[in-house]
Structures are given as structure tokens and as C-alpha cells.
């Protein structure tokens, strides 16, 4: 028999097992680090971080050769002598001021394939664009000049597709929608119309029954330079008939913002950077205030947007060149934040993490910086969380992303076997 106490606590277990189950799983805030700098044996000359020692700045597989000719993200210390606190390294090893104007960002345009030039065949209508990532958020390159830009909104891997049925609307970023207004199968043909907030922006027929361009829809818009420049694209892969409905299959859907479009010039400001030149080939920044990096091993110091600095405490470096001061130790961090695993997963590109679109897209939430599947340019959106940390935070800080969301599997499985035994018992007695 079963006492009235073992009763008691299996209905207990029960009620665990079932709130450890409904129990929302929270999002987690992961710091992605740089080369560790230490001031008593680094010189002021190499302080400096690209995509080959700091993964929170841009990287793709397939842009290696042009990220190892200077394209890319750049973040170096750049002493000045007149800027009035010493110089940071081996020189000086406790020095920890940057002056105004001492930590230097550049930024510099990748060239990228739109997907459909690289996936299908025969392909004429486009081909190459370019893309530069300011900060961690992306941007298509008007004209290949770095200071004509827009932001990218969302774009389709190679493997993703998108299927519509006649009469749907498919919600994207900034109030972008496309809307699948027919689909005609017996004339191979789909009536598509793209809206922003509600405002048409352009309708146009597509025909899946010509050659691979025919498939091809995309819409531009006039820029400052009087060009008109793409800001839309889809192809339809292929159209068929359900049983209640027609469908139409997209793929390789790409949008950049064309309300976003900005110019930038030198003196413009990026959070705590200010524009110092801006060219075509490229863009150059620098602190607009002086930066003190807190030496004390737990706390951050802003540099801007999602980027800090950490530091160790003082004396847990190497001895400088003076013989007998040791410095400290510091590093760059880009906090991202991860997405619960309760998050609803979805069809739609721009919600998948990150990093949002494919591994290499420009824009979101995807946290994967370490391969691009195709000749695209990465994405990753802007996390304003200032990190929590301790000494004991250190071990969950990681050089390369990882995607460590709070589960309950632990616990699920010491009630299961708690609840086993409680029944063999039962089965004794």
C-alpha cells in the first residue's frame, strides 16, 4: 500500500515535474572576447584587434582573402603625444587612459554575391553587391562607396525558402511586407506586390515558365547620386497547386532599409566615436572622449554600443621595461545576448539568431561568427547590455559563441528517478 505521505510527496514531484517543464527559460547575455593585452610586455604599437584575434568583429570564411588585405573591422590604440595622460603599454605598464582620439576603429567594404547570382544559373539581372559592417550592424555599400549606406534588413540562405499561398502577406523588418496576391497556375505566373507600413511601393508579375531572370523580382530606388539602386529582391522558385489553395515557393529574398539610406562625413558620431575620415574605400574613427579603463577584474568599461573593455586587476601583468613595475592585463568584449529557447521559431529569415537571416547574413540576432556559408557578408544586431560580472563570470566567457541557454534536464531527470523509486517501493509493499 501507499501511505498517505508517499502520497503527498508524489503529488509534490508531479507538480515540480510540471513546473519544470512550463517554466519560461530566460535569455542569457554571452561576453565574446579579444586578445588579452598584456601592458608590462606589449608595446603601444600592437594594440591592436581585427577578425584574426577579436570574433566580435566581422569574419566570414569565404572574405578571408579580402579581410587579410584590410577589408573588415579594425580596432587598434593609437598614442598621441600631446594627448596628455602616458602612453598605454610596456612603456608605461599601468597607464590605463585613452585620450580622446587614441582608440581608433576602422572600417572597410567586403564584395558579396547576391545569393540567386551564386545559387542558380544563367543569371544576368544582378550580380555583385558590397556590404560594411559599422559597429556589428551591417550595410549595403551604395555604388561601392563606403559613405552612402543602408541598412540590411534581412536575407535568405541558400537553403531557406519562403511558401506563400495566394492572398498572404509575409511581415518583415521595419514594417516591409510582401503580399502574393495571385498565383496563376495555368499562366506560370504570381502578381506580387511589396508594402511598407502599409503603403505600396511596387507590384509586379513574375513567370516561373521562362529562363532563371524571368523568376527574378526585385525593386530599386533613387538614391542622392540619381541612380536607382535595388533595395528588393526575391525569386520564385516555383508555383503549384494545392488542395484549397495555389502556392508559390521563394528563395534568396533580400532587403535592405531604403528609408535608412545615410551619407557619412568626417565629423559625423557613432556612439562614442566620431568620423574622422570618411572615403569611399573605407571609413576611419576615433574616440570622442578619453576612455578610463577600470583595472579591477569583474568590472567593464565602455568603449560604445555593446563593446567594453576588461581588465584584470592592478599588478597581474608582466614587468615593464622599467624592470620592476608589473602591468595588467586587458581585452575587448562584445556582449550579445542569446534568445530563450522558449522563443517561437518561424519560417521567416530574420528570426533565426544572427546573427536573423542565414549564417552569413548581415543583421541579427545569429551569433555565428566563425563561417559564412556562400560569398555573403555575416550579420549581427547591436546587444546594449552591460555585462554582469564577477571573477567567477570569467568561466563562462568564451573566444568563439556559444549558444548556452538555462535548461531544466537536470532536473527533470532526479524527479524521474525519484519518482521511479517511490513507485518500485510502492510495487514492494
Known amino acids: 500500500m501507499v501511505y498517505k505521505s508517499q502520497k503527498n510527496i508524489l ?87 585613452i585620450d580622446e582620439g587614441e582608440l581608433i576603429y576602422t572600417t572597410k567594404q567586403v564584395k558579396s554575391k547576391y545569393k540567386v547570382f551564386s545559387e542558380e544559373s544563367n543569371i544576368t539581372k544582378v550580380n555583385f553587391f558590397y556590404t560594411l559592417s559599422l559597429f556589428g550592424t551591417n550595410y549595403c555599400v551604395v555604388d561601392n562607396d563606403a559613405t552612402k549606406l543602408a541598412k540590411i534588413l534581412m536575407q535568405q540562405s541558400d537553403s531557406d525558402k519562403k ?69 528588393f529582391l526575391t525569386y520564385v522558385d516555383s508555383i503549384f497547386a494545392g488542395q484549397v489553395d495555389n502556392f508559390a515557393v521563394l528563395k534568396y529574398t533580400w532587403l535592405a532599409d531604403k528609408d535608412s539610406y545615410i551619407e557619412v562625413s568626417s565629423g559625423d558620431e557613432f556612439g562614442n566615436f566620431e568620423v574622422d575620415e570618411a572615403v569611399a574605400s573605407g571609413l576611419t574613427l576615433s574616440n570622442s572622449d578619453s576612455i578610463s579603463i577600470s583595472v ?45 529557447s522558449s522563443s517561437t521559431a518561424t519560417n521567416q529569415v530574420e528570426e533565426v539568431s544572427v546573427n536573423d537571416t542565414s549564417s552569413d547574413s548581415e543583421d541579427v540576432v545569429v551569433v555565428d561568427m566563425s563561417s559564412d556559408s556562400n560569398d555573403e557578408s555575416d550579420t549581427t544586431d547591436n546587444a546594449n547590455s552591460v555585462p554582469n560580472n564577477d571573477d567567477s563570470s570569467s568561466n563562462s566567457e568564451t573566444n568563439d559563441v556559444e549558444n548556452s541557454i538555462p535548461g531544466f534536464e537536470f532536473t527533470l531527470t532526479v524527479i524521474s528517478i525519484s519518482l521511479i523509486c517511490l513507485l518500485q517501493r510502492k510495487t514492494l509493499k
Request: hydrophobic share 30%.
Open 11 to 97: 503529488v509534490g514531484m508531479v507538480f515540480l515535474l510540471i513546473a519544470a517543464v512550463v517554466a519560461p527559460c530566460s535569455a542569457t547575455t554571452v561576453d565574446i572576447r579579444g586578445a588579452p593585452i598584456d601592458t608590462g610586455i606589449t608595446d603601444a604599437d600592437n594594440i591592436s584587434w581585427d577578425y584574426s584575434n577579436f570574433p566580435g568583429l566581422y569574419f566570414a570564411a569565404n572574405k578571408y582573402t579580402q579581410l587579410s588585405a584590410g577589408a573588415g573591422e579594425h580596432l587598434y590604440f593609437e598614442n598621441d603625444d600631446d594627448g596628455g595622460s602616458p602612453s598605454l603599454g610596456s612603456a608605461n605598464p599601468t597607464a590605463h587612459v
Open 163 to 231: 511558401t506563400m499561398k495566394s492572398g498572404e502577406e509575409w511581415s518583415m523588418k521595419n514594417g516591409y511586407s510582401l503580399v502574393m496576391n495571385a498565383v496563376d497556375i495555368d499562366g506560370s505566373k504570381c502578381y506580387i506586390t511589396l508594402y511598407k507600413n502599409g503603403e505600396e511601393l511596387d507590384t509586379g508579375v513574375v513567370s516561373t515558365d521562362g529562363s532563371n531572370d524571368d523568376k527574378i523580382y526585385f525593386v530599386e530606388d533613387e538614391c542622392s547620386d540619381g541612380d536607382d539602386h535595388i533595395y
Open 296 to 340: 579591477s577584474a569583474g568590472t567593464a568599461t565602455p568603449i560604445t554600443g555593446n563593446l567594453y573593455f576588461k581588465a584584470s586587476d592592478e599588478g597581474k601583468g608582466s614587468t615593464g621595461t622599467d624592470g620592476s613595475t608589473k602591468g595588467y592585463v586587458f581585452y575587448p568584449v562584445k556582449v550579445v545576448t542569446i534568445e530563450d
